[in-house]
Nanobody, 127 residues
Framework: QAQLVESGGGLVQAGGSLRLSCASS????????MGWFRQAPGKEREFVST????????SYADSVKGRFTISRDNAKNTVYLQMNSLNPEDTAVYYC????????????????????WGQGTQVTVSS
């Protein structure tokens, strides 16, 4: 059974950094676009970042552009989200997700396009 497992969340002070990891098992996601989404209390789940299955194309939400970096290592079946200059508005549960791609270079910012989801990891940024 395909599984995505996030790790790396925690409590950090404003201005700090965290690196989230998402390890996949049960199937290969090398031909899937991978995405990170987040959900803060009382808010809807929102797009954070996505990377194409070849790793050559990325997209970021405006709120994280320039601070977060997404990457993937298909040999390790892992996708990462490096988060720098964190602020309290980044506090949320962060979810990793996989979206099947029919062509090289595709990716999606639409959470409805994602087929597999992890259980989430909590990120809390204190002021």
């Amino acid at each position: 059974q395909a599984q995505l497992v996030e790790s790396g969340g925690g409590l950090v002070q404003a201005g700090g950094s965290l690196r989230l990891s998402c390890a996949s098992s049960g199937r290969t996601f090398s031909t899937y676009a991978m995405g990170w989404f987040r959900q803060a209390p009382g808010k809807e789940r929102e797009f954070v970042s996505t990377v194409s299955w070849g790793g050559g194309f990325t997209s970021y939400a405006d709120s994280v552009k320039g601070r977060f970096t997404i990457s993937r290592d298909n040999a390790k079946n892992t996708v990462y989200l490096q988060m720098n200059s964190l602020n309290p508005e980044d506090t949320a549960v962060y979810y990793c997700a996989a979206s099947y791609c029919a062509r090289y270079g595709c990716y999606s910012e639409d959470l409805n396009k994602y087929d597999y989801w992890g259980q989430g990891t909590q990120v809390t940024v204190s002021s």
